[in-house]
């Protein structure tokens, strides 16, 4: 395994040296995602892959970038342990690695914490070929600039990754999901907020435009309490979180651009003409719309927040553009990273 | 070195005809209170010390030193373990402290705008009539100030269930070094283009100024109990805290204290901890009340399995905050039976526990210094407490050298030298035993892309490699790192 580590790192270093820009690739499940700049040799990591190091008890796991999902959520779940984020894809073969870059996490993300609050470090490759350690694997740790985090949505254009350790969660002893009729969407939204002052078993919150479904985590008791707080009906329905997680949902196939907008949970409703799935309490919602992207990103602009289209188009960029100080501010990490502008180019930000 | 004299010294002239009067502090005996922080083993006393009380003032001064290539120290309360905001003898203190405005709370969305100086605990008490707080509580909450605990990305006892200062911060507003206002994540759960919040926590200063601060707020568990269990042997005490978090509970506190640490502080504030013991375990569970029963049954189970001589739920809260008093006044109690000491931060894995301190325990024989342990065990983030005498000759020459050895320790099982106090000035050498030339030398790079003159916060927690080499060359026995078998990760 050393050995794949030491062939990608000769790669980048040769690409360096020759000023080749590298597409790095994984299982491919987030393509849609980011442009990718032409002529670019496509760097596979996928080979870079298996668990090091794995004990329970320190709710921390270090694995190669290339390992599949589903073979890390397999050896997690046999121990009562799961990723604390739900990344799509796993069943579609999404790798770790590309978790961690493209940083796209499920519904429970609004109540235990998103992909970068489960890094506790990394190492990578960056744009000069030098293997590069940030972070460690302990929960606590300060030492050395915090370069493992941003990894998160940084779509590998700030480094190859090869190890990545995470923090890693007990399984819930019980889940259970319920059903509230709720035609109101600022309605939806207080219920939605005013839940959590009550009880910290909630692990999803979604409303669909007709009802908001509550997912609780936690003890028996613990989840007959706030079912009794909540109230509603109990739904069997357990595919919903993970078909919303992995964008399965009849919602999704419906005609339309699939936007993602992400505003402070309690933003105004969006007023756009579309259909709305809310996610996350509110902080993430979801548009399949025709509306044009100019409107789309000057509402979220205007509530705060951004928005990204999904849906692949050579005239719509995935991501929000940034400009001026903030644009210049995110030049400065990818140049100390990537100085010939080798990773990615042009995946995440016009340009690098 | 020779230098003009404070009134006519044209930085400070320049810093005067920018900032009021009374914002600009220039004599030594005023200065003093500011020649060093929490790390009193460091002093020097700066050339002046600012203290604006606007954010265009902030820009001012940041223009007038980036135009004079002026180093900056920013600082907060002064309450960093690690002399992060010790002054640089030519340079300016750039205190943050009158930013100290709570700008917005924002109860929809339990989020709560403050200012760089507002301390960590004023927000709590701030939201506390809406039922809200804010979570990290590093123990010098009371003074220390939000900006700071961005810098240093401030823990306390409940990280394990609640995180870190990074998981509970949306934005930051801070002052590059053109002085421009640079406004980092947002009030969204995240942001476009890069996590620069997560590069900015923890960076000690060294990327910009931080002056306005998003935090998340919590809604406060409706219930929370304390277990205290008692060990005859620190290795049971360190094995009932695996099996708690291998059976799936993650509670909102647990620490551990060794003898040495709980016979101080019960002789200092009559905790009610068994003196007995050779470990206790403070465990405190959080929530509503059935899920507290419920994991107050399990875990109570877990402690007595693991062996626990004696177990005892805090009856009430005052019981329960008496429990939390010795652990909280474990570092005043050492005050109290040694002259001096000398407080260590490093995080292992837990497993490691056993080893550690038993090499702890041989080093304190080997120096001749006593120490006491205390260990926030959930996540692993050790305290070892060193205790020395300064008026010794050598003595806090000797703690030093403890210390560093602890720390090599701790990198050597797989941990790391710092967990929460910072490398500041103090642990800059241990930098270069933790991680490899590469890493060093990217994390300069990083530090030189937004301050290519080194003028933030200078000479602090990133060693230069020239640093490093001379350091190695004096500590490499026979041409190697101590413990050259382990992988560094």
Same mark, same amino acid.
């Given at each position: 395994?050393?050995?794949?580590?030491?062939?990608?790192?000769?790669?980048?270093?040769? +690409?360096?040296?020759?000023?080749?820009?590298?597409?790095?690739?994984?299982?491919?499940?987030?393509?849609? !995602?980011?442009?990718?700049?032409?002529?670019?040799?496509?760097? @596979?990591?996928?080979?870079?892959?298996?668990?090091?190091?794995?004990?329970? /008890?320190?709710?921390?796991?270090?694995?190669?970038?290339?390992?599949?999902?589903?073979?890390?959520?397999?050896?997690?779940h046999e121990h009562g342990q799961m990723l604390g984020f739900e990344p799509p894809f796993a069943d579609a073969g999404a790798?770790?690695?590309?978790?961690?870059?493209?940083?796209?996490?499920?519904?429970?993300?609004?109540?235990?914490?998103?992909?970068?609050?489960?890094?506790?470090?990394?190492?990578?490759?960056?744009?000069?070929?030098?293997?590069?350690?940030?972070?460690?694997?302990?929960?606590?740790?300060?030492?050395?600039?915090?370069?493992?985090?941003?990894?998160?949505?940084?779509?590998?254009?700030?480094?190859?990754?090869?190890?990545?350790?995470?923090?890693?969660?007990?399984?819930?002893?019980?889940?259970?999901?319920?059903?509230?009729?709720?035609?109101?969407?600022?309605? /939806?939204?207080?219920?939605?907020?005013?839940?959590?002052?009550?009880?910290? +078993?909630?692990?999803?919150?979604?409303?669909?435009?007709?009802?908001?479904?509550?997912?609780?985590?936690?003890?028996?008791?613990?989840?007959?309490?706030?079912? +009794?707080?909540?109230?509603?009906?109990?739904?069997?329905?357990?595919?919903?979180?993970? =078909?919303?997680?992995?964008?399965?949902?009849?919602?999704?196939?419906?005609?339309?651009?699939?936007?993602?907008?992400?505003?402070?949970?309690?933003?105004?409703?969006?007023?756009?003409?579309?259909?709305?799935?809310?996610?996350?309490?509110?902080?993430?919602?979801?548009?399949?719309? *025709?509306?044009?992207?100019?409107?789309?990103?000057?509402?979220? @602009?205007?509530?705060?927040?951004?928005?990204?289209?999904?849906?692949?188009?050579?005239?719509?960029?995935?991501?929000?553009?940034?400009?001026?100080?903030?644009?210049?501010?995110?030049?400065?990490?990818?140049?100390?990273?990537?100085?010939?502008?080798?990773?990615?180019?042009?995946?995440?930000?016009?340009?690098? | 070195?020779?230098?003009?004299?404070?009134?006519?010294?044209? %930085?400070?002239?320049?810093?005067?005809?920018?900032?009021?009067? @009374?914002?600009?502090?220039?004599?030594?005996?005023?200065?003093?209170?500011?020649?060093?922080?929490?790390?009193?083993?460091?002093?020097?006393?700066?050339?002046?010390?600012?203290?604006?009380?606007?954010?265009?003032?902030?820009?001012?001064?940041?223009?007038?030193?980036?135009?004079?290539?002026?180093?900056?120290?920013?600082?907060?309360?002064?309450?960093?373990?690690?002399?992060?905001?010790?002054?640089?003898?030519?340079?300016?203190?750039?205190?943050?402290?009158?930013?100290?405005?709570?700008?917005?709370?924002?109860?929809?969305?339990?989020?709560?705008?403050?200012?760089?100086?507002?301390?960590?605990?004023?927000?709590?008490?701030?939201?506390?009539? %809406?039922?809200?707080?804010?979570?990290? =509580?590093?123990?010098?909450?009371?003074?220390?100030?939000?900006?700071?605990?961005?810098?240093?990305?401030?823990?306390?006892?409940?990280?394990?269930?609640?995180?870190?200062?990074?998981?509970?911060?949306?934005?930051?507003?801070?002052?590059?070094?053109?002085?421009?206002?640079?406004?980092?994540?947002?009030?969204?759960?995240?942001?476009?283009?890069?996590?620069?919040?997560? !590069?900015?926590?923890?960076?000690?200063?060294?990327?910009?100024?931080?002056?306005?601060?998003?935090?998340?707020?919590?809604?406060?568990?409706?219930?929370?109990?304390?277990?205290?269990?008692?060990?005859?042997?620190?290795?049971?005490?360190?094995?009932?805290?695996?099996?708690?978090?291998?059976?799936?509970?993650?509670?909102?506190?647990?620490?551990?204290?060794?003898?040495?640490?709980?016979?101080?502080?019960?002789?200092?504030?009559?905790?009610?901890?068994?003196?007995?013991?050779?470990?206790?375990?403070?465990?405190?569970?959080?929530?509503?009340?059935?899920?507290?029963? =419920?994991?107050?049954?399990?875990?109570?189970? %877990?402690?007595?399995?693991?062996?626990?001589?004696?177990?005892?739920?805090?009856?009430?809260?005052?019981?329960?905050?008496?429990?939390?008093?010795?652990?909280?006044?474990?570092?005043?109690?050492?005050?109290?039976?040694?002259? *001096?000491?000398?407080?260590?931060?490093?995080?292992?894995?837990?497993?490691?526990?056993?080893?550690?301190?038993?090499?702890?325990?041989?080093?304190?024989?080997?120096?001749?210094?006593?120490?006491?342990?205390?260990?926030?065990?959930?996540?692993?983030?050790?305290?070892?407490?060193?205790?020395?005498?300064?008026?010794?000759?050598?003595?806090f020459e000797k703690a030093e050298a403890f210390g560093a050895e602890i720390l090599d320790l701790c990198v050597a099982v797989?941990?790391?030298?710092?967990?929460?106090?910072?490398?500041?000035?103090?642990?800059?050498?241990?930098?270069?035993?933790?991680?490899?030339? +590469?890493?060093?030398?990217?994390?300069m790079a990083v530090r030189k892309a937004f301050d290519p003159d080194g003028l933030l916060n200078p000479d602090k927690a990133?060693?230069?490699?020239?640093?490093?080499?001379?350091?190695?060359?004096?500590?490499?026995?026979?041409?190697?790192?101590?413990?050259?078998?382990?992988?560094?990760?």
């Amino acid at each position: 395994m050393p050995c794949l580590a030491d062939e990608l790192a000769s790669r980048v270093v040769s +690409a360096y040296s020759s000023q080749t820009p590298l597409n790095i690739i994984a299982a491919g499940t987030k393509s849609f !995602l980011g442009r990718q700049a032409d002529n670019c040799e496509p760097l @596979d990591v996928t080979g870079h892959r298996g668990i090091i190091e794995y004990d329970p /008890a320190e709710l921390v796991m270090v694995s190669r970038a290339g390992t599949p999902l589903v073979e890390i959520e397999k050896v997690l779940h046999e121990h009562g342990q799961m990723l604390g984020f739900e990344p799509p894809f796993a069943d579609a073969g999404a790798t770790l690695g590309g978790a961690v870059a493209a940083g796209l996490a499920g519904p429970r993300r609004a109540y235990t914490g998103s992909v970068r609050d489960f890094i506790l470090g990394t190492t990578f490759i960056n744009g000069k070929g030098e293997t590069i350690t940030a972070g460690g694997k302990v929960i606590k740790n300060v030492a050395g600039f915090d370069l493992f985090r941003p990894m998160a949505r940084s779509m590998g254009t700030l480094g190859v990754l090869l190890k990545v350790a995470l923090r890693v969660l007990p399984l819930p002893e019980q889940e259970r999901t319920l059903l509230h009729e709720e035609s109101d969407e600022l309605s /939806a939204l207080r219920k939605m907020n005013q839940w959590p002052m009550e009880t910290q +078993a909630i692990s999803a919150s979604s409303w669909d435009g007709t009802h908001i479904r509550i997912r609780l985590s936690g003890s028996e008791s613990g989840i007959a309490h706030a079912s +009794a707080h909540i109230g509603g009906d109990q739904m069997d329905e357990v595919s919903y979180w993970r =078909d919303l997680t992995n964008f399965k949902l009849d919602f999704f196939q419906q005609p339309g651009r699939l936007w993602r907008v992400s505003v402070a949970p309690m933003s105004a409703a969006l007023g756009l003409s579309t259909h709305q799935l809310i996610d996350w309490g509110g902080a993430q919602r979801w548009l399949k719309t *025709d509306e044009t992207p100019a409107s789309i990103r000057a509402r979220a @602009d205007q509530l705060g927040g951004f928005a990204e289209c999904f849906s692949p188009d050579p005239n719509v960029p995935t991501y929000h553009p940034l400009n001026g100080i903030a644009l210049a501010t995110e030049k400065r990490l990818k140049t100390a990273l990537d100085p010939a502008g080798i990773l990615n180019p042009g995946r995440l930000h016009p340009g690098f | 070195m020779s230098r003009p004299k404070p009134d006519r010294d044209p %930085l400070i002239d320049q810093l005067r005809s920018a900032l009021p009067e @009374d914002c600009v502090v220039a004599d030594p005996v005023s200065m003093k209170p500011y020649e060093c922080d929490g790390l009193s083993g460091y002093r020097q006393i700066p050339r002046v010390v600012v203290l604006p009380r606007t954010v265009e003032q902030v820009q001012a001064v940041m223009k007038i030193c980036q135009k004079t290539r002026t180093p900056i120290v920013p600082r907060g309360a002064g309450t960093s373990l690690s002399g992060g905001a010790m002054p640089h003898k030519n340079g300016v203190v750039l205190s943050l402290a009158r930013l100290n405005r709570i700008l917005e709370i924002d109860q929809d969305n339990r989020t709560a705008r403050v200012q760089a100086g507002v301390r960590n605990l004023q927000i709590s008490e701030a939201v506390q009539h %809406l039922g809200l707080y804010y979570a990290p =509580d590093p123990s010098s909450q009371i003074a220390c100030t939000i900006g700071g605990n961005v810098a240093e990305n401030a823990g306390g006892v409940h990280c394990l269930k609640y995180g870190l200062t990074v998981h509970n911060i949306l934005q930051v507003k801070m002052i590059n070094l053109d002085g421009e206002i640079v406004s980092i994540g947002g009030t969204s759960l995240d942001s476009p283009g890069y996590d620069l919040l997560a !590069l900015l926590m923890g960076s000690e200063g060294m990327l910009g100024i931080v002056i306005e601060v998003l935090v998340r707020l919590l809604p406060v568990p409706k219930v929370a109990r304390v277990l205290m269990a008692a060990y005859d042997d620190i290795e049971k005490a360190g094995n009932a805290v695996a099996a708690v978090i291998a059976a799936g509970v993650i509670p909102g506190g647990f620490e551990m204290m060794d003898k040495a640490a709980i016979q101080a502080a019960e002789d200092f504030v009559e905790a009610g901890y068994p003196t007995d013991a050779e470990a206790i375990l403070l465990c405190e569970l959080d929530g509503t009340e059935e899920d507290v029963r =419920d994991q107050v049954r399990k875990v109570e189970e %877990l402690l007595a399995k693991a062996g626990a001589t004696d177990i005892r739920l805090a009856a009430n809260n005052i019981q329960r905050v008496r429990f939390w008093s010795g652990r909280k006044n474990a570092f005043p109690a050492m005050g109290r039976i040694s002259p *001096d000491y000398y407080c260590m931060d490093g995080t292992i894995p837990r497993k490691e526990l056993g080893h550690v301190l038993t090499s702890i325990a041989r080093l304190s024989e080997k120096y001749g210094l006593r120490v006491a342990n205390v260990f926030h065990a959930g996540d692993g983030n050790l305290h070892p407490l060193i205790l020395y005498d300064a008026n010794q000759p050598d003595e806090f020459e000797k703690a030093e050298a403890f210390g560093a050895e602890i720390l090599d320790l701790c990198v050597a099982v797989g941990g790391t030298i710092t967990g929460e106090h910072g490398v500041g000035v103090e642990k800059i050498e241990r930098m270069c035993v933790q991680f490899d030339e +590469a890493s060093l030398a990217q994390f300069m790079a990083v530090r030189k892309a937004f301050d290519p003159d080194g003028l933030l916060n200078p000479d602090k927690a990133v060693p230069t490699l020239a640093r490093c080499a001379e350091f190695n060359a004096m500590h490499v026995h026979h041409g190697e790192l101590p413990h050259p078998e382990l992988e560094r990760f």
